[in-house]
């Protein structure tokens, strides 16, 4: 039973994006480890820019967020 965990910044994402990388996911593990679908978990969770740093910054510093 799979569990995916999926963290991306809280900007401009999509219901209809969220939806592709949860049908990528899925394939993938099938493809890859022959998972069922049926008992595969993806979960995408939104992190504040606030709550984000890379190379020494916030997200939110580098550029406009949500």
Same mark, same amino acid.
């Given at each position: 039973? $799979?569990? #995916?965990?999926?963290?991306?910044? =809280? &900007?401009?994402?999509?219901?209809?994006? %969220?939806? *592709?990388?949860?049908?990528?996911?899925? *394939?993938?593990?099938? %493809?890859?480890?022959?998972?069922? $679908?049926?008992?595969?978990? #993806?979960?995408? =969770? &939104?992190?504040?820019?606030?709550?984000?740093?890379?190379?020494?910054?916030? #997200?939110?510093?580098?550029?406009?967020? %949500?």
């Amino acid at each position: 039973m $799979p569990y #995916v965990n999926i963290k991306i910044t =809280e &900007e401009t994402t999509t219901k209809k994006q %969220k939806q *592709k990388l949860v049908l990528g996911v899925t *394939k993938l593990l099938k %493809k890859v480890l022959d998972k069922n $679908p049926k008992t595969t978990f #993806v979960i995408i =969770e &939104e992190i504040s820019c606030d709550n984000w740093g890379v190379n020494n910054r916030l #997200v939110s510093d580098n550029r406009i967020c %949500k």
